[in-house]
């Protein structure tokens, strides 16, 4: 049996065409159904729903063969042990720095001051603001960034920006881009090791549908 790990949203829908160009399909529809384990139609591999951010957890310890997780996830939360074999191109979007509409951020920047950053991405945002010689204080979120500005809990946000819709409805804009993000595939390097045939054909799956989309 082989255990592919996902989270529900974006990775799991822009995943799903992946699999189907092989003809593998998933027999349930998370939003329907409160399993966390989905069979699919090979017998052989099933699909395991996990938080977006435990991805890395279950591949590295084994909970899951592989999995599909956001740059993103595998910058903040470490990528120890993990193989990286593709970037899959999907779920693309981008870390930038973001502001209320009324606020100097060129000025606050240029004049050295603290910046007030709230994010749930602290290690991404620490380091770039460190390589701008910009001194921050990390105000540690788990959600609703956008609304930090707006509260006046902090002058600035550090987020994911996709179509940038969230950011306008919140009379917010972007400043800066930090960085680009897709979904890669990360694999277990016992499970690669062990169930060398089928997980070799799973990851050529990946690679074929991803060429093919590219
Ligand atoms: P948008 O309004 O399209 O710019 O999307 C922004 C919102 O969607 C923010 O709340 C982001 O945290 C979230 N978001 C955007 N892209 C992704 C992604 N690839 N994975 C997870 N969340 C995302």
């Known amino acids: 049996m082989i255990t592919l790990a996902l989270s529900k949203g974006r990775i799991f829908e822009e995943t799903l065409p992946l699999l189907a160009a092989a003809g593998i399909e998933v027999l349930e529809d998370p939003e329907k159904s409160r399993k966390l384990i989905l069979p699919t139609n090979q017998p052989d591999l099933r699909v395991v729903l996990v938080r977006a951010t435990d991805v890395p957890t279950y591949v590295q310890y084994g909970g899951a063969d592989l999995g599909v997780t956001g740059k993103d996830t595998l910058i903040e939360h470490g990528a120890q042990g ?64 956008e609304l930090a500005p707006l509260t006046g809990l902090a002058d600035a946000i550090v987020d994911l920006v996709s179509t940038g819709n969230t950011l306008k409805a919140n009379h917010l804009v972007e400043v800066e881009r930090i960085m680009d993000i897709s979904s890669h595939l990360v694999v277990n390097q016992a499970a690669l090791k062990l169930k060398q045939a089928p997980m070799r054909r799973l990851i050529d799956v990946f690679a074929r549908a991803t060429q093919a989309q590219a």
Do not use: E, W
Not at 114 to 141: C, E, N, P, W
């Open 82 to 145: 993990l193989y990286q074999p593709l970037d899959l191109c999907i779920a693309q979007c981008r870390v930038s720095v973001a502001v209320r509409a009324d606020f100097d951020y060129a000025l606050a920047v240029k004049q050295g001051s603290r910046l007030k950053v709230a994010t749930k991405y602290t290690a991404i945002a620490r380091d770039f603001f460190a390589s701008k010689g910009v001194h921050v204080d990390m105000i540690k979120l788990y959600g609703s960034m």
